[in-house]
């Protein structure tokens, strides 16, 4: 789920990057919104076995990781609501979402060795 998520985010950057097919975000967009809420279902209580990229900080810190992912959720919709014409807004609102992104991975996610 989170490599597709990763994948739909690509699609989305390359949209806005090349000016085309923006009304394509709204779907790619809406795709991960409707995965966001299941995030914390893929890393049970007990489930820090390896191989995992995830940082013990996901069950020690539980509230937080559940509000990451709700604010990837709220930003994800406001993307896919935003006017597919108005590129500086899904700039922004792109930025949004990525910005919870990475702010999820920075705290939660170990880096590659």
């Known amino acids: 789920m989170m490599e597709a998520m990763a994948r739909r985010m690509k699609a989305i950057r390359a949209r806005i990057d090349g000016r085309r097919d923006l009304a394509a975000i709204k779907t790619e967009a ?26 013990a900080a996901v069950w020690k810190n539980w509230p937080d990781f559940e509000r ?3 604010a990837l959720e709220a930003e994800s919709k406001k993307l896919a609501n935003v006017e597919p014409r108005d590129i500086d807004a899904l700039s922004a609102q792109f930025r949004a979402v990525s910005a919870a992104c990475g702010a ?10």
């Open 104 to 113: 999820c991975h920075e705290k939660y996610r170990a880096k590659n060795q």
């Open 30 to 55: 809406a795709a991960i919104a409707s995965s966001t809420p299941h995030i914390v279902h893929l890393f049970p209580l007990g489930s820090t076995q390896r191989p995992t990229d995830a940082k």
């Open 68 to 70: 990451m992912a709700a």
